[in-house]
């Protein structure tokens, strides 16, 4: 483990979510009674290797995602930083406020990140400026009827 290094997690949610195609941002829908981007915050913040957590929002969002945070009961200090026009400027918006010396950048959209996974790429940085995960997919298939619809009962 880098032992001297600070680290901060990046979680995005500042995103239009328009292939959610219902009009508002996926990651405060809820999923078992907690919004998604709960599920996200939580991950990072039981991680022993990470110092705070910066939450990337659009503006009209601020009050949703104070709420999520405040109805948590979490140890780390999580700060809110306005996204930009694109994912990039919104990475950069987070980058730019923290002093940390390794930045992890995280999906608010994908809840289910492992904490080995977290381990993993602070602990690669001792080798490496840069890393990533990545997830073999899997296969999927689905049995539609004659009008196209998958059918729920299989």
Do not use: W
Not at 49 to 61: F, L, M, Q
Not at 74 to 93: A, H, T, W
Not at 126 to 138: C, D, P, Y
Request: net charge positive; glycine share 6%.
């Amino acid at each position: 483990m880098i032992q001297d290094k600070t680290v901060t997690a990046v979680i995005l949610v500042a995103g239009n979510s328009t292939r959610f195609g219902k009009n508002r941002n996926k990651n405060f829908e809820l999923v078992n009674g907690k919004t998604i981007l709960s599920y996200s915050i939580k991950a990072f913040n039981k991680s022993e290797y990470i110092d705070n957590i910066i939450v990337v929002i659009k503006e009209d969002d601020n009050n949703t995602v104070q709420e999520i945070i405040d109805n948590e009961n979490l140890n780390k200090k999580i700060d809110l930083v306005l996204g930009g026009n694109s994912r990039k400027e919104s990475v950069y918006n987070a980058i730019k406020t923290s002093d940390s010396d390794i930045v992890i950048i995280h999906d608010g959209a994908r809840p289910a990140i492992k904490q080995e996974y977290i381990t993993k790429c602070i602990e690669e940085m001792k080798s490496f400026k840069g890393v990533t995960i990545g997830v073999k997919s899997k296969d999927t298939i689905k049995i539609t009827d004659d009008e196209r619809y998958c059918n729920r009962h299989n």
